[in-house]
């Protein structure tokens, strides 16, 4: 089985809720991402997501869109993220790991050669901020091939009828947007975002994990009791860059300090 589908069937089977986390590749420095990857585990993560670098990434606020260019700056790219996580998996074999990112590097690579070297480095699923599903066919066909999970984003403006057509086709687990805008905005609406896990919930069986705006212990326990788990990203990349000076141990440490309160408050709902 997918290690993604098995951490996601076994916290379910515990009752527990999924911590996902967030940064990206080669944010502040390269050196500091493998560390970081094995910090985060150590923190209390259960699933890592690991941004891939790109010029454009037109969903992030500025918090992320400044670990993005931070990360280009050392010239890291899709090729050193696959790198990066062939490198995870010579001492973690458990820890599913979800690429995000945008369409056009992998589009570049090739949807074929793309899955076949993530699988090959050990990546279990892909996001894909703007490739929107009807288009997502062909990679999908390719990601399936090689077991890996398709994951896509569902926002509070998307309608009944596009949700039915998204749960369709995605695998892995549907990350729900908690907030209109782009990451780190704004405030959230608990009441609001229940009613729309519910309502995806109806639709499917997949997990449903919510992220956006969720940064502390107190935020993820407010989504976590309505939802499958949470995804904590900007609070993360803002910490690794305002270290950016800082050693990489150091940074390791701070991000250690941001996940455990956050698994201790997502822990306290079981």
Known sequence: MNRLKKTLSDLKAAQKKALVTYFVNGDPRPSVS???MHALVEGGADIIEVGVPFSDPMAEGPVIQRGHERALEHNVSLKGTLALVKEFRKANSDTPVVLMGYANPV?????????AQAKAAGVDGLLTVD???????????????????SIFLLAPTTTEERMKKVVGLASGFLYYVSLKGVTGAGHLDVNAVKERVEKISSLTDLPVLVGFGIKDPESAKSIGANADGVVVGSVLVDAMGNAASESDEVICEKIINIVAPIRAGLDSLA
């Open 107 to 115: 589009e570049r690579m090739g949807y074929e050669l793309f899955a």
């Open 131 to 149: 490739l929107p599903p009807e288009e997502a066919v062909e990679l999908n066909k390719e990601l399936v091939a090689n077991g890996l999970e």
């Open 34 to 36: 493998l560390k970081a």
